[in-house]
């Protein structure tokens, strides 16, 4: 099974167990980290992800995984939340998170900078928009933005 397809397929089965649990999928990836292959899913819940959300995700999964014998190479199994550096990937996304601090990083360079921080104004005519902290805005590509973030402040 190729990995787009192992990932749906992944994806597929995690529609009722997230539902069960009451979380949401954020994303599900398929990685070679060195010599071990990862299978990452990532979830998340308004009022925060806890360790028995985790635990529950990963062994209704586990258990599914191995009924099905999907992946035929050994692999490590992890269930965790988006985190407080949250990426962010979707259109509703940058509805959702409109006026955080974020940060963007760009594949190439814009004005001789590869990474942004600001306040961010949303997806505006299919354009990623932030305000810096001097208030200039910024509009950004989805194609040249490399990572977009919640930015960690402290």
Same mark, same amino acid.
């Given at each position: 099974m190729d990995?787009? =397809?192992?990932?749906? =397929?992944?994806?597929?089965i995690l529609v009722d167990i997230v539902n069960e649990y009451e979380v949401s999928? !954020?994303?599900?990836?398929?990685?070679?980290?060195?010599?071990?292959?990862?299978?990452?899913?990532? #979830?998340?819940?308004d009022t925060g992800i806890s360790i028995d959300d985790c635990t529950n995700v990963s062994r209704a999964l586990e258990k599914i995984l191995d009924e099905k014998d999907l992946i035929k190479t050994a692999y490590t199994l992890e269930v965790s939340s988006v985190g407080i550096d949250r990426p962010l990937r979707r259109d509703e996304d940058f509805t959702k998170y409109a006026g +955080?601090?974020?940060?963007?990083?760009?594949?190439?360079?814009?004005?001789?900078?590869k990474l942004f921080q600001g306040e961010l104004k949303g997806l505006i005519d299919d354009? #990623?928009? #932030?305000? =810096?902290?001097?208030?200039? +805005? #910024?509009? !950004?590509?989805?194609? +040249?933005?490399?990572?977009?973030?919640?930015?960690?402040? !402290?």
């Amino acid at each position: 099974m190729d990995k787009s =397809t192992l990932i749906k =397929t992944v994806k597929e089965i995690l529609v009722d167990i997230v539902n069960e649990y009451e979380v949401s999928l !954020f994303d599900v990836e398929y990685v070679k980290e060195g010599k071990n292959y990862i299978l990452r899913v990532l #979830i998340e819940k308004d009022t925060g992800i806890s360790i028995d959300d985790c635990t529950n995700v990963s062994r209704a999964l586990e258990k599914i995984l191995d009924e099905k014998d999907l992946i035929k190479t050994a692999y490590t199994l992890e269930v965790s939340s988006v985190g407080i550096d949250r990426p962010l990937r979707r259109d509703e996304d940058f509805t959702k998170y409109a006026g +955080e601090i974020v940060d963007i990083k760009l594949y190439k360079a814009k004005d001789g900078e590869k990474l942004f921080q600001g306040e961010l104004k949303g997806l505006i005519d299919d354009k #990623i928009v #932030i305000i =810096t902290d001097n208030k200039e +805005e #910024i509009s !950004f590509e989805k194609s +040249e933005v490399a990572s977009a973030k919640l930015a960690v402040i !402290f």
